[in-house]
T-cell receptor, first 115, second 112 residues
């Protein structure tokens, strides 16, 4: 059973456009929601993360929107650039006291930004 | 400051063989987690180590085992390899009280 459901599977955006990737979860124990970016041949790299006590977090061109009641969160990439072309993963985890619990990843979104 | 380093980068094995993958965490990190990433999929949690003990385990059979050494480095061992074990194996490290995970570039394992 997929703990975190991610859509779309692939996304094509024109340079300068907005890329939007959505994720949904069921487990209400989740309280940490990161987004990772992965380039071919590399491991995932943390982009931005959010906790449920806020509804939005922005870092540069990247914004996470979080809807606790709907159990959904999304990544918005503003002014998308060809260098943003990569696979993006949402994930979720539950704190376990002094250490972070396992991360449950979505299946990923392949983003292509056309110049 | 070196990040998470994994070795080897690529490995080819045949069914039934055993394999050992190695990971050195980022400097200052004491917790190591291992993930399996099949082609076109998100990473799947295998297990997590700190203080040289397995602390959490995902839904993987006992053929998958690990170890953490006093210097915080870690090994992942897989016995009786199956074709389905072909994947990218990722090591991630963190500080125990810090939620940020740093991933290595992985070991690409091919089982023939």
């Amino acid at each position: 059973q997929q703990q975190v459901k991610q859509s779309p599977q692939s996304l094509i955006v024109q340079k300068g456009g907005i890329s939007i990737i959505n994720c949904a979860y069921e487990n209400t124990a989740f309280d940490y929601f990161p987004w990772y970016q992965q380039f071919p041949g590399k491991g995932p790299a943390l982009l931005i993360a959010i906790r449920p006590d806020v509804s939005e977090k922005k870092e540069g061109r990247f914004t996470i929107s979080f809807n606790k009641s709907a159990k959904q969160f999304s990544l918005h990439i503003m002014d998308s650039q060809p260098g943003d072309s990569a696979t993006y993963f949402c994930a979720a985890a539950a704190d376990r006291g002094s250490t972070l619990g396992r991360l449950y990843f979505g299946r990923g979104t392949q983003l292509t930004v056309w110049p | 400051d070196a990040g998470v380093t994994q070795s080897p980068t690529h490995l080819i094995k045949t069914r039934g063989q055993q394999v050992t993958l190695r990971c050195s965490p980022k400097s200052g990190h004491d917790t190591v987690s291992w993930y399996q990433q099949a082609l076109g999929q998100g990473p799947q949690f295998i297990f997590q180590y700190y203080e040289e003990e397995e602390r959490q385990r995902g839904n993987f059979p006992d053929r998958f085992s690990g170890h953490q050494f006093p210097n915080y480095s870690s090994e992942l061992n897989v016995n009786a390899l199956l074709l389905g074990d072909s994947a990218l194996y990722l090591c991630a490290s963190s500080e125990r009280w810090n939620e940020k995970l740093f991933f290595g570039s992985g070991t690409q394992l091919s089982v023939l």
